[in-house]
């Protein structure tokens, strides 16, 4: 095993440039924008370089030097990370897209991405010393945090709408989660957390209200790289809720460009939204910096009922400065995607992954995406994990 560390030096705020000691629980900047974990990228080259790769253990923590974790005593891991990436060959086919490709994040500990955001927010908070964590979810956030509290032997708290996926509710209390059901969307699931939190102490791991699940998210495109050896696909396809996924990937190709571990250019960065919820879609379109509220969301994709995003400026930003763009399919797209890609491929993905998919055939009509682009669709979960929109 490479003897290495964390490089970890600051938290600076995205938005305002304001900067925090990392030795602090902190989890949002004074002007209640979001916190990004810097690096010493200079230390961290001492140790880290694509030459250093190979004695490494594969999972999240794969590339300790920019991971916020200083002592390995807190790495709370259940083997998440390391997905494969799976070529899709008949579907691209049918496509007429010869490099279609799709990293299967519902092989992670839960079933799905969330794995990783978790797993690193809560290993570095209890190195930080806290002891009971809160979350509002529409699901899948709330199983990751119970297993990995669990794991950890800490209490969590989830707040999750009372329309959630019935089996993620199952997988929360299994792992002895309090849970509580709300009526109404993710967002008054954080009201209600919030007013919790502040009234008993709790840490709250909200998607980018502290600053430590976008470092978990980030090894995606960490791992990305790693498995494309070292030539990034032309094209990144994304499905948006809080955001946090395409956020993370961003940062990490920026740490390894400046590392010398790749080059540009970038990834064009898609973002899929349901056109039930669509706010990033609409912020893009009309050229916004952040994202209005979206009235009445609606969609079978719980993960993408995300009617305001905090992060809205940072999604927005990684999309715009990649040259990517942003697009919304239907519910009923979502669904027949579901069931193509799994009759032509065997893969069973959630609503929120073959959203993905549905985007393909616009954006091929539009000229965005050409036969010859190396294509990544992200599944951010097991259709497993919602038996019941099957």
Known sequence: MVKNGSSLDKLICTKCGKGYLATEIKRMCDCGKVLFPVYNLEK????????????????????????????????????????????????????????LFLKDEGLNPTGTFKS??????????IELGVKEFVIPSAGNAGAALSAYAARAGRKAHVFVPKDA???????????????VLVDGLITDAGKLAKEESEKHGWFDVSTLKEPYRVEGKKTMGLEL???????????????????????????????????????GPFPRMISVQSSGCAPIIKAFREGKEHAEYWENANTIAAGLRVPAAIGDYLILKAIRESKGTAIDVSDVQIKASMVNLAKKEGIMACPEAAATVASLEKLIETGFLGSKDKIVLFSTGSGLTTPNQW
């Not at 996926?165 to 849970?179: H, N, Q, S, V």
């Open 44 to 99: 961290a080259k001492e140790t880290l370089s694509k030459n250093t790769m190979n004695k490494r253990r594969y999972n999240i923590w794969r590339m300790t030097e920019i991971m916020p974790v200083k002592d390995p005593t807190f790495y709370y891991s259940l083997g998440e990370g390391w997905t494969p990436i799976l070529h899709l060959k008949n579907l691209g086919e049918e496509l007429g897209l010869k490099n």
């Open 116 to 125: 990783r955001g978790l797993c690193a927010a809560v290993s570095k908070a």
């Open 165 to 179: 996926p019935e089996l993620t509710i199952k997988e929360i209390r299994a792992m002895g989660a309090d849970l």
């Open 225 to 263: 790289a790693e498995q494309f050896d070292w030539s990034l696909p032309d094209v990144i396809i994304y499905p948006t809720g809080g955001g946090t996924g395409i956020v993370g990937m961003w940062k990490a190709f920026k740490e390894l460009e400046q590392l010398g571990m790749i080059e």
